[in-house]
Structures are given as structure tokens and as C-alpha cells.
């Protein structure tokens, strides 16, 4: 057996060994009440089409442009939206990150010849800048809670593919290493778990995501989750949580989308040096009907149209897409690890970025045509959300059915075709007979004696 089998393998066994060992809620203990969607808030227009979007606890950094020659970057109130500090820093930005303290913004962008770093305050005052003589393809950056900046790109018909690591000393970027040469088509995104000492990189042209040791370069493990299309072969949208948007208390863990409707929650396992595959969900976001996917200017690459976004502890999960006019909002249950959905957002157009403040007061969606970011609050009477109100005893049997193993759609108190369809395979295989309609909490109480052994 090949060594990818291998690895394949044992993502299936892991898989398979995590909902076997999955905790299962008792009528006693099942206490778990997902968040309620955020709401609308408001709403700011700007003079430049927004691309990027960034949030720290504090403030919201927006960035975009018209062209290589026009950047612009303004930092926003978080509640009202309104412009505290603007500028134009004479590069057109391509991606922002925030540090762990919240002081200081790296930003990557392109200056009609090359790529830069830049390092500004939070008040947007230059403190550095380091062109890297050469272009990165679609740069990914991201920071840990020790200042090392991960810059991550693909390869196109004028650039380099690129994963380099550079290291914020106050308001310096000091290079440290680059990464080996098998990302020869080069990555879509890399994240650094400091704790475990980890790199986690998103192939550029398909559809998996491998772990590396940080300081040898080692592959250590490599997942890759199987699509409903198993002909779709494009690399997945991740969005990583390693710890440095939450001050180095997160675990590494990845939300990561096929490119179709499913999502699933991977954690790595440090002990195991494997990628545990906690919940796999599908999504179903109202899409606009003809859409179609984007191929990447001067690759081969196509460009990924979900958006995900998470706050520290996977309270509040954004799931959207390029191609919709809906955020679905999920919650991860920390008994169990399953993907709870509990509402959706509308949006005035198509987004094409979305962040969540990092506790998860505030989110936003940045609208691709209305040249806008709109802003979405907890917990807001009157909310412009839509929650779904479920049952509490369907979600009981949801989550009972996820853990052993026969649930596969989401959690949300609601009988759907997923839970119909677990309900037919339990009732065809033990013979019993299961009226989840009529009777919820006398079907928990024989799905519980029925797969007492399970």
C-alpha cells in the first residue's frame, strides 16, 4: 500500500474512531444551547471597491483599491462603521492580518512591479515596508502569538509560488526561512500552531491540506476530505484557528469547504500527529442559479467561492458563498464536537470576504458590486436573522444520531431529509419501528435501547 493510502486510510479510521468514541449527551446532560445568530447592524459605503477584510476586538481594517497604482486601507469603528483613520499606501493590498496584541497590521500587496510586506500601527502609521523583489502569486498571510508571519502564494504565469516566513520584531519584518520546494505549485494559505509546532498549508491546485513540522519541514500528515463530486478536483476553501486570534488558548483547527455544499471540522491531533475529522455537514446555501466557478488569472487554479469564518471558541461559525445572498451561521457543540446550525443571514448582494471579531460581538460581510461592508451584532431585538427554531428533543436524537455515527446533515432541531434517512437505515437494519414526528421523545428513548451496543 502506497504511502497516500496510507494516509487516507488512516484519516478514514480516525474518522470512523472518532464518532465511535464521540461522547453521547444523556436526557441529563444535554445542556448545550448553540448561540443565536448575530444581527443586522449597519451598513458603510466607500469611495474604493473593498476586497479584504480583517477583525480585531477593537476595530475593523477594510482594504481594496481600483488598480495597483490606487490602494486604499481604512480602519472603522467596529460598532458604528464609521472611518477613523484612512490612507493610501501606494500599493494595491491583497490580504491583512492583525497581531495577536492588536497594535499592529501586516498587510501584503502589490506595488505595479512587485510584492511588499508592510507593518503599520493600528492608527495606520508606516512603521516598515520590505519589498521582496519578486511577485507572489495571490499571497495568504497569517501571524501567531509570537509574531512569525506566515506568507503563503501560488504559482501563476509571472510568479513564484512562495511559502516564507518572516519574523515581526516591534515594527521590523525580519526574514527567517522559506519552505520546501515540493509546494512547487505553491499554497492558498498556511497557518502556524505555535504549541504544536506546525505549519498547516492548503495545496494551491488540489483539493488537501498537509501538516509540516515547523522547524525541519517534515510532512507529518496530509488530508483529504472526499467531495460529493468525485471529479472535483479544486482546492478546498480553510480557514485556520491556531491560536493566534485567541491569545494561544485555541487548539489547531481547521473549517474546511469542498467547493460544494459540505463543510466539515478537522482538528489536529498533536499526539497522533494525525487530522481528526470531527463533524462533516452539508450546507445548502441558496445559490444563484448559473454561477460558475473562477479560474485564477494566469493559473490553472480555480478560486474557491466559499467563505468561512469562526470567533475563538467556535461559538459562531460563518459559512457563505461568493455565490449567495445567505450566511449560514453554526455553532460547535463542545460535548460533541458536531456542527450545530441555529440561522442564517441575508445579505443586500454577494460578498466576497466575511470576518468575526475574535469574541464574536461584531461580524461583517464586504459586498463584491455595492462597494460596501455591512455589519451583523449578537444578540439584537428585532434582528434581521433568522433563527431556526427547532426542537430541543430533535436536536437530542440529531446529536445522538451524530455520535453513533448515522447523522450526516446538520443539527438543528429539525426533521429533515438527513434525519429521516438515518431514521429508515436504524429501523430497516434492527426491525423497529421509529415515529420521530409523532412521538420525539419516546423514538430518543428506543434509539437508545435499540443501539445500546453500538
Known sequence: MSGSNLIQLSVTLAF??????????SLADDIFVPESPLSNGTAKRFDFQPT??????????VA???DEKDGHIAILDPQTLSVIHQIEPRLLVEDIVVNANGDKLVLAGFNGVSTELAVYTDQLEELSRLDLERLVGYPQLSIDDDGIVALAGQKTAIASPALSFYRLDGGELVWRR???SELKYGSRGAWIDTKSKLVLVNNATRPSVTAYDFNSGRRVATLQVQSENSRDLTPYSVFGLVGSECGGSAPASLLISDGSSRVSLVDFDPLFESFDVKAAINVRLRLLPGTRLETLKD?????PPALLASVCDQSVIWVANSFSNEIAQFSRNPLTSDLEKVGSLGLPGLPNAIALQPKGLYGYAVLKTAKSVVSFQRSAANS?????????KIREIQRFLSAKGYLYGSIDGLVGPSTVKALEVIGKRYG???DVRS????TLDKLKTTLVDE
Do not use: N, Q
Request: include cysteine; hydrophobic fraction near 45%.
Open 16 to 25: 470512523a474512531t472518532a464518532l465511535a468514541l464521540s461522547p453521547c449527551p
Open 52 to 61: 479584504v477584510v480583517a477583525a480585531s476586538d477593537r476595530f475593523l481594517v
Open 64 to 66: 481594496g483599491g481600483l
Open 178 to 180: 522559506d519552505f520546501p
Open 299 to 303: 493559473t490553472s487554479s480555480v478560486k
Open 384 to 392: 434581521g436573522a433568522k433563527p431556526i427554531v427547532g426542537d430541543d
Open 432 to 434: 423497529v419501528e421509529l
Open 439 to 442: 412521538d420525539p421523545a419516546a
